[in-house]
């Protein structure tokens, strides 16, 4: 079965501090890979995936991703956080085959002081 | 964009009680999907169908059923919900695993 760990719980940073949250999971196949943010008192968006090529990846509001595949990880990066980033993340694989659903970490939640 | 529309954002429910939660899409997703989120444990999967009466169990799904009738429609159910189903629970449609899940805002379930 697919696990995924992520590794800080609370993250606390100033504003143009720069970020990485770890992510690291568990399949022995070939999968796809998400993170995925959720703004205080909104719903789940979708920040960047990897499901092939180019294992460095950029998703939206300057966040990017880089998937090594002999470390199973999948760790997001930001250079230079703001206020507003601040949010709960979630790492999320699932395998690429059908009939499979999205595995979530336990999420890392982020708050950026001013 | 899609929509992913639960329809309660709030629910207050008795011990006991037979609950539904609906979920409809808008954009003729094969998948569909029901999670709980709860603070230090992320998303949990509770079921997720890949057609049309069609259901797999995800990690979670002692307590609940589904059903899906309609490709655009996806029903959680609690038998007899228990305070331990207090929880938000989330709805979520993709077209295949590769590209993502479009979530519903969420309904926040109490059971007292």
């Known amino acids: 079965a697919q696990s995924v760990s992520q590794h800080n719980h609370h993250v606390i940073l100033s504003e143009a501090a720069s970020l990485e949250l770890g992510c690291n999971y568990s399949?022995?196949?070939?999968?796809?890979l998400f993170w995925y943010v959720q703004y205080p008192g909104q719903h789940l968006q979708l920040l960047l995936k990897?499901?092939?090529?180019?294992?460095l990846v950029k998703g939206i509001k300057g966040f990017e991703a880089e998937f090594i595949k002999s470390k199973f990880s999948f760790n997001l990066r930001k250079p230079s956080v703001q206020w507003s980033d601040t949010a709960e993340y979630f790492c999320?694989?699932?395998?690429?085959?059908?009939?499979?659903?999205?595995?979530f970490g336990k999420g890392t939640t982020l708050s950026v002081s001013s | 964009d899609v929509k992913v529309t639960q329809s309660s954002r709030y629910l207050v429910k008795r011990t006991g009680e037979k609950v539904f939660l609906e979920c409809v899409q808008d954009?003729?997703?094969?998948?569909m999907f029901w999670y709980r989120q709860d603070p230090g444990l992320g998303l949990r999967l509770i079921y997720f169908?890949?057609?049309?009466?069609?259901?797999e169990k995800g990690d979670i799904p002692e307590g609940y059923s589904v059903s899906r009738e309609k490709k655009e429609r996806f029903s959680l159910i609690l038998e007899s919900a228990s305070t331990n189903q207090t929880s938000m629970y989330l709805c979520?449609?993709?077209?295949?695993?590769?590209?993502?899940?479009?979530f519903g805002s969420g309904t926040r379930l109490t059971v007292v």
């Open positions: 999320a694989v699932n395998a690429n085959q059908a009939g499979t659903a999205l595995i």
């Open positions: 979520a449609s993709s077209l295949a695993g590769a590209y993502g899940y479009t």
């Open positions: 990897y499901f092939s090529g180019d294992p």
């Open positions: 399949y022995g196949g070939t999968v796809n």
């Open positions: 169908s890949y057609d049309v009466k069609m259901k």
């Open positions: 954009m003729d997703h094969e998948n």
